[in-house]
Each structure stands twice: as structure tokens, then as C-alpha cells.
């Protein structure tokens, strides 16, 4: 099984980058994540209701419709704020690309660890500009609006083309498919790395784990 | 052919169907509603969310949809498309997108309905929730309000596009294979905002949309989908649709109290009336008859009394049905909010034509207090002492001193004697404000004095037909002009 790849540019100020990334973000798991199974007997199971909300951005002319889940979006917005101060701090070009992978496990036998098998990667790649005036930022705010309503419906194409998904997995798999430690909603899972190109055009690869089992884990 | 699908294969996949463009409608004129959208995730499942979602059902945009298809399914050649629309204040409309959903031949006999065709048609609901927010009509509906509405239309039948202006784009929001057919959902939406006046009359507004009319199948309704706090201000909120044959019964609940089932513009449609034949358009020419049908209603209920419109107030008639709302229910509780108008500034309107009660007049201080006396009318004839038109003046208070008759003539105003802001009576033989009333009425300058204006006006006339003549011989030059101009 190939994993599939999709690549997504934008161009944002400084200030773009939080709300940008989020959007694109909430935007794939919102086609990515389920109401919370709920096993019967005789392996048959119910499924949980999924909600959701409008965001309006502060700093881009842009609406976005996220999943009803406070936990995910706040792993969400903890990762979009290392991926923009690690972008900050670099000192370079101001360019970066933060991943969303989704990924199944497969069970290992002793002492192998469980694999970790991607079948969808996202990767978002910024830019960072600079603008020099207020009506820069206006153009910018619009633009990167507009640029954003693309990428909404790119994703919207690439999720409507119903390849594959990971079957639906029995009781005792769940765990393998899908992220079951959020109490209202059931993303497949997923985990979110950066990278930041520095001025010299090498890249400094920063992975972090999967941020809610990170979370629980404390 | 769907004589490998179980027969409780096909039922589920009708009601998967049906239900699948019920919710449709729901998140397309939900998104237009101008307001953030918020539903909660719940963990166990009620069983009474479709598709897993949680997405709201406004039971008139239910009640509308289902009559829209009538009990029929989208199926191919028959398409549920839904309208969304913008209405200025002034009564021109434009048509902002159509969103489609279709169903083509394409079967797919493999795929599993109570599975993965559930599971995909949730996946086209998430897949719309996320569009609905993307195309230009969005961004306009957020921002909806007193100049303007976002109305909705569903139908049934073929696909109308012709409304959405040159160069409209598409966007495909997915396509879900069933054993019966590939369901389709799109959207055209218009990228030309550049407004044209589409005011119409309703003989113009029956050709537009001539299959509409011909189609048996097609029932139309038009909402609007501002939420009820923005429409109490009374903006025109219907939107023109045919007069389908089958769309009995135009006096049912409305949505969001701006809903003038309206088959026309600048038709007037009294809920309660079975059979939902329309009143006549409350064009100027009918106006009377309009008014004194709204009239005969509402006497009886709440006893106002009301004089007839005259045809002369034609606007003021438009004014009222663009301002007038209808609401579900008993007749009394429409012919209320009928009333609630708010009378225009500038309106010179008799005052008994309106309700007393809910009344709200900007500038009410120069409303008209004698009927039809526009001399007295302070808007129409502003008085010769531009002062006294200002309520800062109108609100110093005078010590008693005379001399306040000068240059005010009217009425319609009190004369207070006034003391100018900063003026001391002590320090000037003349203070600011006597002076300002010995020169606040200069004579007129001869140049404009009725004498010489006659005299010139009389040698205009009397050379006129010497002019006249003069350009008749110079036709031919004048023509030849003409020509090199086209």
C-alpha cells in the first residue's frame, strides 16, 4: 500500500501563520475524524455525533469550519505554535513546512515495537513575507483569504476521491486506526511534524510525537 | 437496473437519499444565514443525527425542501438545486450561486449501501460544511443586514443557470457512487458582483422563468434567510419566484419573520388564504385596490382607521409592501407585523395611514402635522431663518427677551428667543445674537428679483422663434454633427 501525499503552498505574514496552518489543519481532520465508536455485542458498533463550528480568522478575511472538540483543537493549536516560533526563531528565509501524517499500527511481536504505517501525509509548505505598510497587510489579508478558499477546496477534491481508508477495524484494533483518546470525537491517527529550512537551505528536522498521547501520558 | 440490489438494500438507499438532501438544503441555507454556526459532538449516539453529523433542521427549511421535491427523489434529468440570491433594499435582486445536487446514470452495482454509501454521503456533508464557506456568496452573506438580503429558492426539476451572469465558475464539492446512479453535488456560482437593476415588474418577472411556470413538477418558494433580529427593521425580504402549478397553498409558516411567500415582486400575499392565490402587485396602478384589500383585513381586528391610498402615494404604497412582513399563524398576528412599518423621513404621508402604536419616525419632529399641507411641511419648504432647523438652537432656552418675531413667519415652530454660544450681553452694544437677527434676512439681490427675471424671460420668449428658425436652416450641419459623433 503506497501512502498518498498531498502538498499544499501558501504565502503569510507572520501573523497568518497561526490561523493559516489551523485552518488547513481543522479543514482535513474534519473530513478525517468520526463520532466515538460505541462496540456492541456480536462486533457491531454505534457511532457518536460529530459537531461543528465556524472560526472566523482575526487576521485573514477567511471562515473555516473546525470539528466540535476542544481537546483536538488545542493539541492542534500547541503544534501550530511550535511550528511558528520554531519559524521566528530560525532566522532564516521565514520558510517551513509542518506535516499532518495519518497512519495505522501495526501490532509487532515482542521486542519489536509497533509499527508505525503512514497511508495519507498533508504537508503544508509556508513562506513567510514581510510587509512594509497597513495596506500591504490589507492586500494581504484578502489575498491569503482567497489563497486559503483554494486550498479548502483542493483538500475538499483530494478527500472525494474515496481512495484508501483504513477498513474499519473490530473492538480490539480501534486503537490501531483510529485516536480514541478524545472524549467527544474519534480523529484517524495522526501525528504532526515540522521542518524549518534555515538561511543555508539545510533543514533542521524537529519531529514531535503525537501530541495527545504526550499529553496523557503525563 | 437495480435488480441486484435487495429490496431492503433500495429502501435504505431511498431514505439515505432523501434524508441526504434534506440535510443538503439545511447546511446550504444555514450557511447563508449571516450568523457562525456551532453544533456540539456528542460522544453517545442519539440516534436522530444523520449521517453522524450534527447539523440543526429548521423546520421550515425541512417543510420547503420537502415540498420541493414533492416526495419524489433526485434522480437523472431531475435535479434539487437551491437558489441563493441577493435583494438590495431598493428591490434589485441578483443571483449568487446554484447549488446542485444531481444524480447520473454511472452505477456502481459493488459498493455497500448501509456502509460505505452512509459513510461517504457523511463524508459530502463534511466535504459541503467546509465549501459552503468558501465561495464569494459567504463573505456577503456575513456581512447581510439593511442594505441588502441573501434570499433561497429550492427547486426541483432542470438545472437553471442562466440567472448567474458570464463566466460563473463551478465547484464540484463530490460525487458518491450507489447502485443506482453517481450522486453529484456542485455549486455555479456567479464571479460577476457588478450590479445591473433587475427591478422588474411582475409581467417581466413571469418571463424569466418561463419552465419554471410550465413545469408541473417545479414548486417554488422563496425565504429569506436573515435571522429574525435583522428583519425587524422591515426590509423587503421575498424574493420573485413562478407561480409554479403545483405550489398550492402559499400561506404556510415563513422563515426567520421575513418570509413574503411571494410568487411576484411588489406582490402582496396575506397568509391564511387557501389556495395561496397572490393579491394584486401593489404597483402604482393597483395600489388603491391593494391597500384597501389590506384594509378590509386588518379593520375589523385591530380597528384602525385607515384612508385609502391614494395613487398619487404609489411609493408610499411600495414602501409599505417592501417594508411589510408576513408571519405564520392567524391572520391577526400578520396583519400586526404588516403594520409595524417605520414611515420614511421625507415621507409626506398622511399621519392616520399609519398605526399609532409601534411607530417609529425618524425626524419625527418635522413629520407633517396637517394632512396634505405641503406648504407647512418643514422638509418641502424649509423656512426662510435656516436656524431655526437646527435642534441645537431649538434646545437654548430663551430670558424673556422680545424682538423674537423677526423673519420667522411659520407656525410650525415655537420661536425661542436664543443666546448664541459664547456671547456676553455686556461686552458689545450689540451682541451676537441681536445681530444675528437684524441680518438674518438680507434682501434679495436684484439680479434674482422677480422683475428682472420676468423682463429677461419675456425678451427670451419673444426671440424664440427667431432662434427656432435659425436652426431649422442648419439642420443639415447639425445632422452631419451628429454623424461624425457615432
Known sequence: MNCRSEVLEVSVEGRQIEEAMLAVLHTIL??????????????????????????????????????????????????????????????????????????????????????????????????????????????????VGEKLCEKVINIVEVMNRHEYLPKMPTQSEVDNVFDTGLKDVQPYLYKISYQITDSLGTSVTTTMRRLIKDTLAL | MDTDLSSQDRKDLDKFIKFFALKTVQVIVQARLGEKICTRSSSSPTGSDWFNLAIKDIPEVTHEAKKALAGQLPAVGRSMCVEI???????????????????????????????????????????????????????????????YVILYRIYFGEVQLSGLGEGFQTVRVGTVGTPVGTITLSCAYRINLAFMSTRTTAEDNAAVYPSVEDSQEVCTTSFSTSPPSQLSSSRLSYQPAALGVGSADMGYPVVFAGGLNAAHPHQLIVPGKEGGVPLVPSQSPHATQADQERMAMCTPLDGAHYSAATPSSSEDTETVSNSSEAKSGSPHDILETIFVRKVGAFVNKPINQVTMANLDIPFAMFAPKNIELEDNDPMVNPPDSPETESPLLGSLHSEGSSGNSTGNTHDDFVMVDFKPAFSKDDILPMDLGTFYREFQNPPQLSSLSIDIGAQSMAEDLDSLPEKLAVHEKNVKEFDAFVETLQ
Open chain 1, 30 to 143: 474534519l473530513h478525517r475524524s468520526t463520532g466515538k465508536f460505541h462496540y456492541k455485542k456480536e462486533g457491531t458498533y454505534s457511532i457518536g455525533t460529530v459537531g461543528t463550528q465556524d472560526v472566523d480568522c482575526d487576521f485573514i478575511d477567511f471562515t473555516y469550519v473546525r470539528v466540535s472538540s476542544e481537546e483536538l483543537d488545542r493539541a492542534l493549536r500547541k503544534a501550530v505554535g511550535e511550528f511558528k516560533d520554531a519559524l521566528r526563531n530560525s532566522g532564516g528565509d521565514g520558510m517551513g513546512q509542518i506535516s499532518l501524517e495519518f497512519y495505522q499500527k501495526k501490532k509487532s511481536r515482542w521486542p519489536f515495537s509497533d509499527e508505525c504505517i503512514p497511508w495519507e501525509v498533508w504537508t503544508i509548505r509556508v513562506n513567510v513575507v514581510s510587509l512594509a505598510n497597513e495596506q500591504e497587510r490589507q492586500i494581504c489579508r484578502e489575498k
Open chain 2, 85 to 147: 440570491s441577493l435583494k438590495t433594499s431598493e428591490g434589485d435582486s441578483m443571483e449568487l450561486e446554484i447549488w446542485c445536487l444531481e444524480m447520473n446514470e454511472k452505477c456502481d452495482k459493488e459498493i455497500k449501501v448501509s456502509y460505505t454509501v452512509y459513510n461517504r454521503l457523511s463524508l459530502l456533508l463534511k466535504s459541503l460544511l467546509a465549501i459552503t464557506r468558501v465561495t464569494p456568496a459567504y463573505r456577503l452573506s456575513r456581512k447581510q443586514g439593511h442594505e
